[in-house]
Structure formats: C-alpha cells, structure tokens
Nanobody
Framework: QVQLVESGGGLVQPGGSLRLSCAAS????????VGWYRQAPGKQRELVAS???????NIADSVKGRFTISRDNAKNMVYLQMNSLKPEDTAVYYC????????????????WGQGTQVTVSS
C-alpha cells in the first residue's frame, strides 16, 4: 500500500509564504515525475509545478518566479515553496505521482494525495 500525504497548508496573508510537503509512504522503490496541482472553487484542477525523478522542473506561468518545487528522493518527499502569495493562489493543493514502483513489483499510476487547503487572505 502507498500513500501520498500533503501538509503545510493554511491561512496566510497576501505577500506571505508557505511550504507544502508531500510525503510518500510505503515500501517504495522509485517514484517518477511528481506534480503539485491546485483546484479553486468552481474551477478545474490545474498543474502548478512538476519535477521529474532526475530533477527537471516545469512551473506554470501563473506562479513562475514565486513558487519552487523540489524533491528529496531518499526521503520520498516533494516540496512546494510558495512565496509572494496572492489571493488567487487560494485553492486545495494536491500532490500527484505519475508512477510509483514498490518493492515487490507493484506499480501505482496516476496517484493522488488528499489535498491541503491554502487560503490567501487579509
């Protein structure tokens, strides 16, 4: 069994910062690309940032220069550092893994966490 658990969300004032963490647990051998997505009320889920197993990053234009994605493969952790937050960044943020390979050979594809709420408001 594998789990993706997000943490670090909360309420922050405009211009503030938050660091989201995504922890993958289980007997994990490797994880391919991991992405952070967000979904605001009444809107479609959108990709915010992604990072490959080798460290190649893709950042949405709407957050470029403000958000940074990183990962620690040894700890099966992925992070999203969010700076200069704006009210329009308010959303539920989800961690997503393209493929998770477990010891023993089980493969999980298109795997999502439960999400963490980020609210940017004064």
């Amino acid at each position: 069994q594998v789990q993706l658990v997000e943490s670090g969300g909360g309420l922050v004032q405009p211009g503030g910062s938050l660091r989201l963490s995504c922890a993958a647990s289980g007997s994990i051998f490797s994880i391919n690309a991991v992405g952070w997505y967000r979904q605001a009320p009444g809107k479609q889920r959108e990709l915010v940032a992604s990072i490959s197993s080798g460290g190649t990053r893709n950042i949405a234009d709407s957050v470029k220069g403000r958000f940074t994605i990183s990962r620690d493969n040894a700890k099966n952790m992925v992070y999203l550092q969010m700076n200069s937050l704006k009210p329009e960044d308010t959303a539920v943020y989800y961690c997503h893994a393209d493929r998770i390979l477990m010891y023993g050979g089980t493969t999980y594809r298109d795997y999502w966490g439960q999400g963490t709420q980020v609210t940017v408001s004064s």
